[in-house]
């Protein structure tokens, strides 16, 4: 999968990995596509004390999730996940979930 479908401000589900079930909009994308940061999805990170940060200590993060592990959520069925497709309308490259049929912006 070189190019992924999906993109910044999409909203979409998590369905595999240990953030599975997760629903939230993507916030940021990747340079080459294949990782995507979902609104929701937080790690913890270990920081080391320095001259900015005198304390250091453990934080929440957000994490990547990659792009096959996430499925747009259908605009008609909210549960469900969705593939993408493609299809032309009145000369324009639409976008729409092949689920349900329906359109994304």
Known sequence: MNKSKILKGD???VIAGSHKGTI????KLSKD?????????????????SQT??????RVIPVSVDASNVA??????????SRIGFKITDGQKVRFAKKSKADLK
């Open 53 to 58: 940060d005198q304390e250091g200590g453990i």
């Open 72 to 81: 747009i959520q259908d605009p008609k069925n909210k549960d469900a996940g």
């Open 11 to 13: 909203v979409v589900k």
């Open 33 to 49: 596509k294949k990782r995507v940061w979902v609104e929701g999805v937080t790690g913890t990170k270990h920081f080391k004390p």
């Open 24 to 27: 939230g909009p993507v916030s």
